[in-house]
């Protein structure tokens, strides 16, 4: 069996469209959505995502603010930082980039963000709201990426058995809450498995859909995987490869050409799942706008 590929590029321009349609329906009312990114210190990755995320706000016509600090700046600096913005009534969504420099809190930095502005959906409302399947909480844009993947790929996943491996507060969690909700993109039996899971192998094998987020390259191999399964890859993995331009290449979690052969769907990496994180940014944010303006949720 060879998997239909899951395109991540096709679905995010398409969401990125959706949201930049509705950003201009809302400055018709008066109200540009607008999204502050906080960045601490000049690691190179969070550089790149920084910037991609200015970049997207602006051609979805939102107002967009990069806030870059030095790395030695102080939590308390920091937390000011964030108190400006909690009050700055053009933006309506923020994030502060991580992982931040060990000095700093992040669980305080994470709390200080008014959860009506947290677009990231990591204070503990938003994830209180997530659990009890609020519509106003805020989903962790890559979980919520997998599911309107999903969704948009006529993926129903009502009923299935589906596994996670990983448990992160930033992607395995949220993405086991999102999958046992009522609705569309969710009604699955979920299992979520971690380090400590025994003989993993024998449950991944039990997957009608197949969720991977660990940050090891090609991990999962072609035996540990239900022929006809649905496979997500979340990983993002950067390998040496002395004959690629850059000296690595990026690889998923995932063994991408045998799991290929026995699934029935499957993410590339790049080209899946990390696509889509950016846009359901942008779409949390449209949504903070709304509600911050009196609008529903979604
Ligand atoms: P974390 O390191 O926070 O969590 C990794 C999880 O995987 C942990 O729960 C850990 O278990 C589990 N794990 C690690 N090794 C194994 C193993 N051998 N068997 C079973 N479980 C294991 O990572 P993140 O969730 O932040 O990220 C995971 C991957 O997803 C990374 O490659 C990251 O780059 C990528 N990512 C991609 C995004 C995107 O936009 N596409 C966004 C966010 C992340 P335990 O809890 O027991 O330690």
Do not use: W
Request: charged letters at 20%; one cysteine or more.
């Amino acid at each position: 069996m060879t998997a239909r590929l899951l395109d991540g590029k096709v679905m995010a321009r398409l969401i990125r469209d959706e949201v930049a349609t509705e950003a201009t329906e809302l400055l018709a009312r008066g109200v540009k959505p607008g999204l502050a990114v906080v960045l601490l210190g000049e690691d190179p990755a969070s550089q790149v995502y920084v910037r991609s995320k200015g970049n997207a706000c602006q051609e979805a016509g939102m107002h967009s603010e990069t806030i870059r600090l030095p790395a030695e700046t102080t939590e308390a600096e920091l937390l000011a930082v964030i108190d400006r913005l909690n009050a700055d009534p053009q933006i309506h969504g923020m994030l502060v980039q991580l992982p931040l420099p060990r000095a700093i809190n992040s669980d305080a930095v994470l709390r200080r963000i008014d959860p009506a502005k947290d677009v990231d959906g990591f204070h503990p409302v938003n994830v209180g709201k997530l659990v009890i399947g609020d519509p106003t909480a805020f989903k962790p844009a890559t979980p919520y990426g997998v599911q309107e993947m999903l969704i948009r790929s006529g993926i129903d996943t009502k009923g299935m058995h589906a596994v996670i491996v990983g448990r992160s507060n930033i992607v395995g969690r949220p993405m086991a809450n999102l999958l046992i909700q009522d609705g569309p993109g969710g009604n699955a039996t979920v299992t979520v498995c971690h380090s400590r899971s025994r003989d993993l192998p024998s449950i991944t094998r039990l997957a009608d859909l197949l969720i991977v987020a660990i940050g090891r390259p090609n991990f999962v191999t072609a035996d540990m995987v239900k022929p006809g399964a649905v496979v997500i890859d979340v990983g993002i993995n950067r390998v040496d490869d002395a004959a690629a331009p850059k000296g690595y290449r990026i690889v998923g979690d995932v063994e991408f050409g045998p799991v290929s052969e026995v699934a029935s769907a499957i993410t590339p990496v790049p080209g899946g799942v990390g696509q889509m994180t950016i846009a359901l940014l942008l779409k949390n944010t449209l949504q903070a706008a709304r509600q911050a303006s009196g609008g529903a949720a979604g």
